[in-house]
């Protein structure tokens, strides 16, 4: 158990759907991240908070929209999605986006929502 | 362009062995690297950190290198379990301006350590 939980684990949605996925850390800590797993690709970040600010966006299309209600919460709502998006998207958290160099930081990774998109 | 390359993409190897995966990068102004173990399936699970003034870090049966100058990280694996059995990611974290605080990552090396 990490302390970063992601629901739903599993998701199956048409192209013409709207959803959210959820994250959230019981950690305490001020910055979260939504990745993108591809297979055969590397983790790709997609948006970056820090206290609950948006201070990433990785030219990421916008059917896909961040929201970051508290530094306790993170979604990602998913709307006219494409094939291609069929990925596994993983929420993470860490102490500080600010403060990178401290020699503890790591990032605590929830275990994924595979999303499937027909 | 920070490029990470891990190889092998692939490894099975007897329980028992010791083992070594290997992770390089093209820009050796780095400031950390880490490696990360991800079960299928699942997320990921930080497993070492070495900061790019240090050499190497150890945690139980794992042991990571770090040569700044020659790009270079090896992660040790030592008795090798069936528990091991997992895909092993390698990031690093670039020093200089623009994308420094970002992780670049690897594609990973899969893992099976049969019983």
């Known amino acids: 158990e990490t302390g970063v939980t992601q629901t739903p684990r599993h998701l199956v949605m048409g192209m013409t759907n709207k959803k959210s996925l959820k994250c959230e850390q019981h950690l305490g800590h001020n910055a979260m991240y939504w990745y993108k797993q591809s297979a055969k690709k590397p983790l790709e970040l997609m948006f970056v908070?820090?206290?609950?600010?948006?201070?990433e966006n990785n030219s990421v299309p916008s059917r896909f929209s961040p929201e970051c209600p508290n530094s306790s919460h993170l979604f990602l709502h998913l709307h006219t999605l494409q094939p291609e998006d069929s990925a596994l998207y993983l929420c993470a958290s860490s102490q500080d986006f600010a403060q990178p160099w401290a020699t503890n930081e790591k990032l605590f990774f929830g275990s994924g929502t595979q999303l499937s998109v027909l | 362009k920070q490029e990470v390359t891990q190889i092998p993409a692939a490894l099975s190897v007897p329980e028992g062995e010791n083992l070594v995966l290997n992770c390089s990068f093209t820009?050796?102004?780095?400031?950390?690297l880490q490696w990360f173990r991800q079960d299928p399936g699942k997320g990921l699970t930080s497993l070492l950190l070495?900061?790019?003034s240090q050499r190497e870090q150890t945690s139980g049966r794992l042991n990571a290198s770090l040569d700044k100058s020659s790009g270079r990280s090896t992660l040790y694996i030592a008795a090798s379990q069936p528990g091991d059995s997992a895909t092993y990611l390698c990031a690093v974290r670039g020093s200089n301006a623009g994308n420094n605080r970002k992780l670049i990552w690897g594609l990973g090396t899969s893992l099976a350590v049969n019983p």
């Open positions: 820009d050796s102004a780095i400031y950390n």
């Open positions: 070495i900061q790019s």
């Open positions: 908070y820090n206290f609950k600010e948006q201070t």
